[in-house]
C-alpha cells in the first residue's frame, strides 16, 4: 500500500480504487491509509457464493460501502456455479443503483458522505455491458477493453 501511495504523490489524471475482499485487510488497508495520509478510494469487494441466491440484495455492495464509510462499491458478477448468475447480478445491480441513489440524495442517511462509484466486474459480454452501462454503473472491470471502448462511445460516455 506504501507503495501505491507514494506512486500517486505525483498527480496523475486517473483515480485508484482499491477492491478488496476480506473485511479485516480492508480496515487495515483503511486505518494505514489515514495514518499515510493516502487519498484513496476503498471498497469491500462483494463476491456471490456458488449455488442458489435466495435474496440477492444480501450481497449489496451499496449497502458494504455504506457500512464501511467507503467511497466505492464494487461487485462481481457471479460465476458459473451460481444458479442463472446473470440474473442474479441483474437483481444486484438494479438494488444498488437504486440503493447508490437513495443515499446519496438524502443529507439525513448519508451525513454529508457520498459514495462515488459502483463498479462492476468481470464483464466481458457485450449485451451485459451494455445493460450495465444503461443501469448507470459507474466501472466496469473487463479482459475485453476494446469490448468496452466500443460500449461507451456507444452510449456517449467519456472513457
Known amino acids: 500500500m506504501d507503495l501505491i501511495a507514494s506512486a500517486l504523490a505525483v498527480r496523475h489524471s ?15 488497508m483503511k486505518a494505514r491509509a489515514t495514518q499515510t495520509r493516502s487519498n484513496l478510494a476503498f471498497s469491500w469487494d462483494r463476491e456471490f457464493p456458488p449455488g442458489i441466491v ?8 451499496i449497502d458494504g460501502a455504506i457500512r464501511y464509510s467507503n467511497t466505492a462499491a464494487s461487485v462481481g458478477r457471479p460465476t458459473s456455479l451460481t444458479f442463472r448468475p446473470w440474473h442474479v447480478y441483474q437483481k444486484i445491480i438494479e438494488y444498488d443503483v437504486h440503493r447508490w441513489d437513495e443515499f446519496n440524495l438524502n443529507p439525513k442517511t448519508n451525513k454529508g458522505r457520498q459514495i462515488d462509484k459502483l463498479i462492476a466486474w468481470t464483464i466481458d459480454d457485450r449485451d451485459e455491458l451494455d445493460w450495465l452501462v444503461a443501469q448507470g454503473v459507474s466501472g466496469v472491470i473487463t ?11 456507444a452510449a ?3 472513457l
Open 143 to 153: 479482459d475485453d477493453v476494446p469490448m468496452l471502448r466500443e460500449a461507451a462511445n
Open 54 to 61: 435466495i435474496n440477492a440484495s444480501d450481497f449489496s455492495a
Open 14 to 28: 486517473f483515480a485508484v480504487t482499491l477492491l478488496v475482499p476480506s473485511e479485516k485487510v480492508l480496515q487495515g
Open 156 to 158: 456517449t460516455l467519456p
